[in-house]
């Protein structure tokens, strides 16, 4: 809880939401028209970090959040995160990731607030008191990656249609916001530090 307090105060100093504003786009006014009452959830990201593992030599990413619904309604938290790491692989969290990595970087936090991509499933209430943190976790292949990022659905309800070409068939995108980040030559070396957070944006897909 005393993180969640401090991601949100971080988040009232340094605007954050304000960075990530919402996307007008027709397909808004076309779900509004319907009578569709749009949301978004309160979503603060942490850090990214790379830990590898003692015994094994194998690499992981790991990523916190803290998630708060300010909707005036309660919603259910059940979020794709997934890892892109600019080598072609898109990665969903905690694949081919074992019980004890989890545990080892869940024991780093000591407040034992964090939870991991299974625990955090749920209802979310209203109320920064009732505000969920999060962990998720990637294999890498190998800590050579220079550019990551993390596209997190399940924020938001709002939707875009589109149809590439007049013969194919309409497809649904979602709100999806995505985190990038840019790893330098001492990230990959210590395999500790924290990778740099570069941008951040509202995209469809």
Not at 79 to 101: A, C, H, Q, Y
Not at 116 to 139: M, S, T
Request: aromatic share 8%.
């Amino acid at each position: 809880m005393a993180r969640i307090q401090a991601a949100l105060l971080a988040t009232a100093v340094l605007a954050i939401p304000a960075a990530l504003p919402a996307i007008t786009s027709a397909s808004a006014s076309q779900q509004a028209a319907k009578g569709v009452q749009l949301w978004t959830l309160s979503f603060m990201p942490g850090e990214l970090k790379s830990y590898v593992h003692p015994a094994t030599g194998n690499a992981y990413w790991y990523f916190t959040y803290v998630v708060v619904n300010n909707t005036g309604s309660e919603k259910m938290w059940a979020p794709t995160i997934e890892l892109f790491d600019g080598k072609g692989n898109l990665m969903p969290t905690g694949r081919e990731v074992p019980s004890d990595v989890h545990r080892a970087i869940k024991q780093s936090f000591k407040d034992g607030a964090v939870e991991d991509q299974f625990e955090v499933l749920g209802k979310l209430p209203i109320g920064p008191e009732n505000g969920k943190e999060g962990l998720c976790v990637w294999k890498a292949a190998k800590l050579d990656s220079t550019d990551l990022a993390i596209f997190v659905r399940g924020l938001s309800n709002e939707t875009k249609r589109v149809q590439e070409t007049p013969d194919a068939q309409p497809s649904t995108l979602r709100r999806t916001m995505r985190l990038d980040y840019k790893v330098g030559a001492d990230e990959r070396a210590t395999g500790s530090d924290v990778i740099p957070q570069t941008g951040s944006e509202w995209i469809f897909r």
